[in-house]
Nanobody
Framework: QLQLVESGGGLVQPGGSLRLSCSAP????????IGWFRQAPGKEREGVAC????????NYADYVKGRFTISRDNAKNTVYLEMNSLKPDDTAIYYC???????????????WGQGTQVTVSA
């Protein structure tokens, strides 16, 4: 069964960078769309970015365009979220998820990781 594992979260100062990774140990997810989502305390889960199975197309939320980049290396069975120019508002638990349609709607994804905390603070 496909299980996703996120890593790379942590504490960073405003303006800093982090790279999150999403892997699926023991499972090949090259045929799956992968999305990154986040959820801040007291807020709903929101879609940050998604990428097609081949990696040829990606989609971003307006509030991360120009700052975040999603990419994948199917040979390594890993999807990345490069986050630059981080702001305190980016503080949240970040999740990756697998689905079949490249959208940023959480309901379109049926396999989720446990999440990794990202905290942006001085």
């Amino acid at each position: 069964q496909l299980q996703l594992v996120e890593s790379g979260g942590g504490l960073v100062q405003p303006g800093g960078s982090l790279r999150l990774s999403c892997s699926a140990p023991g499972f090949t997810f090259r045929y799956h769309v992968i999305g990154w989502f986040r959820q801040a305390p007291g807020k709903e889960r929101e879609g940050v970015a998604c990428i097609t199975s081949s990696g040829d197309k990606s989609n971003y939320a307006d509030y991360v365009k120009g700052r975040f980049t999603i990419s994948r290396d199917n040979a390594k069975n890993t999807v990345y979220l490069e986050m630059n120019s981080l702001k305190p508002d980016d503080t949240a638990i970040y999740y990756c998820a697998a689905g079949t349609t490249a959208t940023r709607r959480p309901d379109d994804y049926n396999r989720w990781g446990q999440g990794t905390q990202v905290t942006v603070s001085a």
